[in-house]
T-cell receptor, first 111, second 112 residues
Framework: DQQVKQNSPSLSVQEGRISILNCDYTNSMFDYFLWYKKYPAEGPTFLISISSIKDKNEDGRFTVFLNKSAKHLSLHIVPSQPGDSAVYFCAASASDYKLSFGAGTTVTVRA | DVKVTQSSRYLVKRTGEKVFLECVQDMDHENMFWYRQDPGLGLRLIYFSYDVKMKEKGDIPEGYSVSREKKERFSLILESASTNQTSMYLC???????????FGNGTRLTVT
């Protein structure tokens, strides 16, 4: 039973526009959330994280929003660039050890 | 910069073979993990280790075992490989506390 869900398997966006990726979770004990980016034939790389004590965290073009009451988080990429084309994984943790991952969303940025 | 190295990028094994996947990290991290990635399922945790000789089952440990004899090295063992273990295997490490995982580049295992 997946506790972290990314319901959109893919997203296509024009270069320069905003990409919005969504993630829902079911475990109310989750208090640390992360986004990872993965290119083909490489391991996932850490992008941005947010603690449950915040509702927004920003790092350059990437912003993560957390809505605890809705058990929902989103990643905004503004502006989208061709190098952002990758698979994005949402992850969540309720402890110092385990991270639970979503199934991923493939983002394609069109020129 | 953290480096997590997986010994093989691609492996092809036969059903019933014993398979060893090796992982080494160079940042003295306490915690190490093995995940598998399958289409539509994301990354699923097989086993993790929070100290030398310590291990904990993840969400899908059946058919796997692990070994951590040294802090920097974490091995995943398939005792008797089966075709449903064909997958991308990802090793990761992290420091204590709420810190991000650092992943290796993965091993694509095919069991025929």
């Amino acid at each position: 039973d997946q506790q972290v869900k990314q319901n959109s398997p893919s997203l296509s966006v024009q270069e320069g526009r905003i990409s919005i990726l969504n993630c829902d979770y079911t475990n109310s004990m989750f208090d640390y959330f992360l986004w990872y980016k993965k290119y083909p034939a490489e391991g996932p790389t850490f992008l941005i994280s947010i603690s449950s004590i915040k509702d927004k965290n920003e790092d350059g073009r990437f912003t993560v929003f957390l809505n605890k009451s809705a058990k929902h988080l989103s990643l905004h990429i503004v502006p989208s660039q061709p190098g952002d084309s990758a698979v994005y994984f949402c992850a969540a943790s309720a402890s110092d050890y385990k991270l639970s991952f979503g199934a991923g969303t493939t983002v394609t940025v069109r020129a | 910069d953290v480096k997590v190295t997986q010994s093989s990028r691609y492996l092809v094994k036969r059903t019933g073979e014993k398979v060893f996947l090796e992982c080494v990290q160079d940042m003295d991290h306490e915690n190490m993990f093995w995940y598998r990635q399958d289409p539509g399922l994301g990354l699923r945790l097989i086993y993790f280790s929070y100290d030398v000789k310590m291990k904990e089952k993840g969400d899908i440990p059946e058919g796997y075992s692990v070994s951590r004899e040294k802090k920097e090295r974490f091995s995943l063992i398939l005792e008797s490989a089966s075709t449903n273990q064909t997958s991308m295997y990802l090793c990761a490490s992290r420091d204590r506390g709420r810190t991000p995982l650092h992943f290796g580049n993965g091993t694509r295992l095919t069991v025929t």
